[in-house]
């Protein structure tokens, strides 16, 4: 059973297309974390998202925390083919630091 | 700066051989270090995590075992691999919750 639920698992769009990336959990988190990962290659931490109802962005990428940080979602503007790749969520449940990762949703803007 | 190293890239190995997968990190001291094991295209598993020399915290049984002799090395070993080991492995490391991954190395039990 998986901890974090992403949705959708296969995100195909056009370039300039908006998408939306989902990370839902029954369970609540300190911390919570967005990467990418290219194939072949590891994950690429995007950001960290701490604080419940926490809003940030990365130029065309805005990630928002829940209100009771059991939630989470990745917005992209005007999407890119260079944003195609895995996005995975991860969150942060004990004192020791350990990522629990979602089963990931992959992205492909075609041009 | 920081860097992590994971070796090697690529690995193919007969069923019943064993496995040495070696990371060491450079530009920290004391890092939590990890191990984790992907599926193809999916999220990844913790297999193993260490906050020190010679502590490792096991999270899935299996086939696997992993050693820290020193402080920014972290290796992950098999006495007889089975062909459920076939995965892309990666060794990552943290402070203060942010993380960093290696490079990966995809290994194929044949």
């Known amino acids: 059973t998986q901890l974090l639920e992403q949705s959708p698992q296969f995100l195909s769009i056009q370039e300039g297309e908006n998408l939306t990336v989902y990370c839902n959990s029954s369970s609540v988190f300190s911390s919570l974390q967005w990467y990418r990962q290219e194939p072949g290659e590891g994950p690429v931490l995007l950001v960290t998202?701490?604080?419940?109802?926490e809003v940030k962005k990365l130029k065309r990428l805005t990630f928002q925390f829940g209100d009771a940080r059991k939630d989470s979602s990745l917005h992209i503007t005007a999407a890119q083919p260079g944003d195609t790749g895995l996005y995975l969520c991860?969150?942060?449940?004990?004192?020791?630091?350990?990522?629990?990762f979602g089963a990931g949703t992959q992205v492909v803007v075609t041009p | 700066s920081q860097t992590i190293h994971q070796w090697p890239a690529t690995l193919v190995q007969p069923v019943g051989s064993p496995l040495s997968l070696e990371c060491t990190v450079e530009?920290?001291?004391?890092?939590?270090l990890y191990w984790y094991r992907q599926a193809a295209g999916r999220g990844l598993q913790l297999l193993f995590y260490?906050?020190?020399?010679?502590?490792i915290s096991s999270e899935v049984p299996q086939n696997l075992s992993a050693s820290r002799p020193q402080d920014r090395q972290f290796i992950l070993s098999s006495k007889k691999l089975l062909l459920s080991d076939s995965g892309f492995y990666l060794c990552?490391?943290?402070?203060?919750?942010?993380?960093?991954f290696g490079s990966g190395t995809r290994l194929t039990v044949v």
């Open positions: 260490s906050v020190g020399i010679g502590q």
């Open positions: 998202v701490v604080t419940g109802g």
């Open positions: 990552a490391w943290s402070q203060n919750y942010g993380y960093t």
């Open positions: 530009g920290t001291s004391n890092p939590n």
């Open positions: 991860a969150g942060i449940t004990d004192s020791w630091g350990k990522l629990q």
